[in-house]
């Protein structure tokens, strides 16, 4: 069974799209699954991230916030 990880973003942030590529080269590797959501299309989420995206998550720990953490990462999904 795949982890699921969500992937916090926002529409034309740059960082947000590195971290998805990035994502993207290591998800057959790792096996995980993927949500991503638009903070922008939610008032709470726009709050609580506004200024912290692209933020990975994994449950309720945050494994990155604007650079894609792969050690953290791996060691969440091991």
Request: aromatic content about 8%.
């Amino acid at each position: 069974m795949s982890a699921t990880l969500t992937l916090y973003y926002r529409q034309g942030c740059h960082l947000c799209d590195d971290m998805e590529t990035h994502l993207a080269r290591l998800r057959e590797e790792l096996s995980f699954d993927l949500a991503k959501v638009d903070i922008d299309k939610d008032v709470d989420l726009r709050q609580r991230y506004n200024e912290q995206v692209p933020v990975l998550v994994q449950g309720s720990s945050v494994l990155s916030r604007y650079f894609l953490d792969e050690a953290s990462l791996r060691t969440a999904l091991s």
